[in-house]
């Protein structure tokens, strides 16, 4: 059964200027520890793939938000979701905290998709209720 769905449109440029204007620590302050490393991976090889990153995880997590009905509010915080990728490039959702918490005990489960096209970014997510679908993958083998 479908809880909730959000959607987010962002403009790359609008994240890379706080980025910027943050010294990096816009980064930090936003992404969850395995997408910290990944989004470091990618910087390192590419500035542009690398904000291209930032800017999809942060739309995915503002289309999160939306889709569980709350917005940016506890339980929900910036942190407490990250949306990772299976070595197939299929992106998946992992919590924590009070927002792990609330999610099992809703027993509600999040289907994301993220893309970007130049300066442009869209992130889509349905909430839905029942059983997970449970992914073996360990982002800690795998920095794509």
């Not at 990618?42 to 009905?69: D, P, Q, V």
């Not at 339980?75 to 919590?95: A, D, F, H, I, V």
């Not at 994301?112 to 800690?140: K, N």
């Amino acid at each position: 059964m479908i809880i909730g769905i959000g959607t987010d449109l962002l403009q790359m440029g609008r994240l890379r200027a706080a980025y910027e204007r943050t010294q990096g620590r816009l980064a930090k302050r936003v992404l969850g520890d395995d997408e910290y490393l990944v989004f470091q991976q990618r910087l390192g090889r590419n500035y542009k793939r690398g904000m291209a990153y930032l800017a999809t995880r942060f739309a995915a997590k503002e289309a999160f938000s939306k889709a569980i009905g709350l917005g940016m509010h506890m339980p929900m915080s910036w942190r407490s979701l990250q949306t990772l990728n299976e070595p197939s490039g299929k992106p998946y959702t992992k919590y924590s905290g009070a927002l792990l918490q609330f999610m099992e005990d809703k027993q509600w489960h999040a289907h994301v998709t993220v893309t970007d096209e130049q300066e442009m970014v869209m992130a889509f997510v349905v909430v839905s209720y029942g059983t997970p679908i449970v992914t073996t993958f360990d982002p800690q083998n795998y920095l794509g």
